[in-house]
């Protein structure tokens, strides 16, 4: 942020202007004026007059900004991050702040989109992703020379709120399963909470990504939604997200079961099937939608009478038994798919004191066995 100083009666700011384009040399300039906000917008019209005119009108506002703003940035972002920005924007920036000019938000307006977002009801990290979006506008604003500062800068963001995710314990998990035989849809579920892959990876795995030989899964792309709704086809959410998956025998054997019906699905449909050679497609071969894998995992939790989870939490589920089967918290990681141990460490703290627990009894019955021997 240029720094804006008071001298005397006046108000003076040194800014940054585009190198020289025949000399190459830097470029700097004072700017003075009877006022701060004077100040910021002669040091922008000197930037604007410097860089071509990049500097939108001062009275553009932020909704008009915003929808530059993503047409700048589609082809540098993930379609689904694209989409999650666009809803972001259109259901709690604008509403509260669309209609303010760009030019003149002042850090009390960011307090009072953080304040009317918690009264909406959103919680206090979803209200803390709201504020990082608007600050990479903002932050984009001063780069491209339309804003002298960013007023977010000045606010800080609500504190992550970290709610302990549900998981469910082994009789539960046994019971949903056996629902999902009843209605015979198995597999998916079993592959869901016995690898933890996340509800994207699932929906874009594919046969050759499966190895029965050395029985493992390969995570090497993941299926969303783009900003226009429509399924896309991406890289899993991390670089630890593309990662191989040891599976057990049975797990082995419920894909190969699977295998086999959706052949005999495929001969019986003939050219209605399109072979996408998906594992977990629907009864013609064509993409699961996120909606319909989260409406079908509700469905089973309610003919299961088990405790309701988020169909996120298959995956916490998955991690808190390997963990309280003393699964090395590095493996679990690896097989999460986190960028670092230290994250895995963070999300399951809550698990730690068992762990502890478990820890004393064992090198309490290791040294009493010992003693046991020697006498």
Known sequence: MTKIERRGDKWTTVIDLPVDPITGNRRRKRITEDTKKAT???????????????????????????????????????????????????????????SKKIAKLTPIDIHTLHNDRLAAGLSQTSVRHVHSLLHRMLSDAVRWGVLIRNVTDAVQAPKRSTPESLTWNPEQVDLFLKTA??????????????????????LGLKWADVDFTSPSISVRRSLSRGSDSRLVE??????????????????????????????????????????????????????LHPNTFTRRFQQLVRKAEVPYIRPHDLRHTNATMMLRQGTHMKIVQERLGHANVSMTMDLYSHVSPDLQNAAALNLENLIAGNREKVS
């Not at 035989?181 to 592959?191: I, K, R």
């Open 40 to 98: 910021e917008l002669a040091a922008a019209k000197a930037i604007q007059s410097a860089s071509g005119g990049l500097i939108v009108d001062e009275k553009v506002t932020l909704k008009e900004f915003t929808e530059s703003w993503f047409e700048a940035t589609v082809s540098t972002v993930k379609p689904s991050t694209l989409r999650r920005y666009k809803d972001l924007s259109r259901l709690h920036i604008v509403p509260v702040l669309g």
């Open 181 to 202: 035989a009843d209605e015979g849809d198995e597999t998916l579920w079993v592959v869901a909470l016995f690898t933890g892959m996340r509800r994207g990876e699932l």
């Open 234 to 287: 991406g890289a899993p959410k991390t670089a630890k997200g593309r990662r191989r998956i040891a599976l057990a025998p049975t797990i082995v054997e419920s894909l190969r079961k699977h295998r086999l019906h959706q052949k005999e699905q495929r001969l019986k449909l003939g050219e209605m099937y399109e072979n996408n050679d998906l594992v977990f497609a629907n009864e013609f071969g064509r993409s």
